[in-house]
């Protein structure tokens, strides 16, 4: 399916990131595994022996797939995505981004009530009456889940210090 009238990011390009980056994540699994040695000895193999020919599939593999890439994407115009739907992309990844963010500063409580009143409030288009108390609900549910019923006690940041828990 080409659409050379359309603008975004082409398929070409982002065959050829992708195996940019999965060849730079096999290539640091060769290296780590020689720094721990990757090597044979009289007692079998070293640490790092598997994790070396790991990595090495993971490097040919990468150049495969930017062979592919050249061979059938280069100058097709094929599309992968355009800017509206790069928009609804953002859209959903951008405040997971800032869940993350905010969960490891003040905790995955705070940072879970925060992201489902805030998804409610912007993406769902709920009153803010409705989406704060369910966000709090969830987050409250989660916190006696986790630290009650399964006593798996998680990141609470600062909260758990100014409420003198643990």
Known sequence: MSENGANGVSRFA?????AALTGAFGAAVCYGSLDIGAGWTEFGPEAGYFPFYVGLLILLGSVANAIHAFV???GSGEIFIDGHR???V???LLPL???AGVSAWLGLYVGTALYIAGTMLFQGRYKWWIALPSGIAVSLFFFIVFEFGFKVPLLKGPIEAWFGIY
Not at 14 to 18: A, R
């Open 86 to 88: 790069a928009k609804v």
């Open 72 to 74: 059938k994407h280069r």
């Open 97 to 99: 981004v800032v869940f």
């Open 14 to 18: 982002v065959e050829l990131g992708v």
């Open 90 to 92: 953002a859209s959903f």
